[in-house]
């Protein structure tokens, strides 16, 4: 089965570049790694998702290495909204190779501080 | 506005009392899905479906049931057999292609009395 694990909680200060890194095993070969960002009593919202190497977008970038065990989010230039849980989401494979089911992460409290 | 509408944002469960939780989506997604989350427990999968009048179990489908009359609609009931009700209820929906992109609604904030 994949598992996930990622740091339960992170401090930065605005302004600052954060990065967030789940560690992931056992994950399908032909899924995308996806990351979510939920605030207290709403609903998770998608951030980004990747393969492998980088990609880029307007709120944030994720690497991913060759061996796709883990992926990191990196935030630059963070501000007090970014104050939020962060979720990494993988797809599970079975023996055979196929995608079984979506594994999500236990979230990274992230607290961005003035 | 396209999305995902839960209700009501508060719930009370009374002891031994069945109640449903509403989730409606206007994305035309055929895939949706009911999580549970918990604090410090991210977020638990209980029952999902990839099209109307078919659903499947998560991994915490015991004490709730759900129904997919419509595209548009997945109700979930917490039943009386549900012992610890108590949690935030979050209601997502997908194309089934892409699974890993969830439209999340506001969730549902269950509670005993």
């Known amino acids: 089965l994949a598992k996930t694990t990622q740091p339960i909680s992170m401090d930065s200060y605005e302004g600052q570049e954060v990065n967030i890194t789940c560690s992931h095993n056992?994950?399908?070969?032909?899924?995308?790694i996806t990351w979510y960002q939920q605030f207290p009593s709403q609903g998770p919202r998608f951030i980004i998702q990747?393969?492998?190497?980088?990609v880029t977008n307007e709120v944030a970038s994720l690497f991913i290495p060759a061996d796709r065990k883990s992926s990191t989010l990196s935030l630059p230039r963070v501000s007090l909204s970014d104050t939020a849980v962060y979720y990494c989401?993988?797809?599970?494979?079975?023996?055979?190779?196929?995608?079984?089911?979506?594994?999500w992460g236990l979230g990274t409290s992230l607290a961005v501080n003035p | 506005d396209g999305g995902i509408t839960q209700s009501p944002k508060y719930l009370f469960r009374k002891e031994g009392q069945n109640v449903t939780l509403s989730c409606e989506q206007n994305?035309?997604?055929?895939?949706m899905y009911w999580y549970r989350q918990d604090p410090g427990q991210g977020l638990r999968l209980i029952y999902y479906s990839q099209i109307v009048n078919d659903f499947q179990k998560g991994d915490i489908a015991e004490g709730y049931s759900v129904s997919r009359e419509k595209k548009e609609s997945f109700p979930l009931t917490v039943t009386s057999a549900q012992k610890n009700p108590t949690a935030f209820y979050l209601c997502a929906s997908s194309i089934v292609i892409a699974k890993n992109i969830q439209y999340f609604g506001a969730g549902t904030r269950l509670s005993v009395l």
């Open positions: 056992n994950i399908a070969t032909n899924d995308y």
């Open positions: 994305l035309n997604h055929d895939a």
């Open positions: 990747g393969y492998k190497t980088k």
């Open positions: 989401l993988v797809g599970d494979m079975d023996g055979a190779g196929n995608n079984r089911k979506l594994i």
